[in-house]
């Protein structure tokens, strides 16, 4: 079974940073996108950034470009989502998750392991 923990959230005030980690065990890693999405009090859901098999195609939210970087290291299976300049807007948990093809979505559906999140929590 594969499965993913995520690491590395935490409490930080507006314009700090945090680096998430995502460790994957079982299944293979190597060969899959990867993707972060992430669900605040009282909404849905949302997308935040993928990454190809390869990592050579990234994607972000418009709410988060510029502001986020997602990286992976097959070797170590492992793939990080590098946030700075975070706002109070950006509390959520985050999860990480397997899609099921080589080549990043955006859409949840394409995903089909998901971690259990970690949660960050930005102040004003």
């Known amino acids: 079974q594969v499965q993913l923990v995520e690491s590395g959230g935490g409490m930080v005030q507006a314009g700090g940073s945090l680096r998430l980690s995502c460790a994957v065990s079982?299944?293979?890693?190597?060969?899959?996108?990867m993707g972060w999405f992430r669900r605040a009090p009282g909404k849905e859901r949302e997308f935040v950034s993928t990454?190809?098999?390869?990592?050579?195609?990234?994607n972000y939210a418009d709410s988060v470009k510029g502001r986020c970087t997602i990286s992976r290291d097959n070797a170590k299976n492992t793939v990080y989502l590098q946030m700075d300049s975070l706002k109070p807007e950006d509390t959520a948990v985050y999860y990480c998750a397997r899609g099921k093809y080589s080549w990043s979505s955006s859409k949840s559906d394409d995903y089909n392991n998901w971690g259990q999140g970690t949660q960050v929590t930005v102040s004003s």
């Open positions: 079982g299944r293979t890693f190597k060969g899959y996108a």
């Open positions: 990454i190809n098999w390869s990592g050579s195609a990234t």
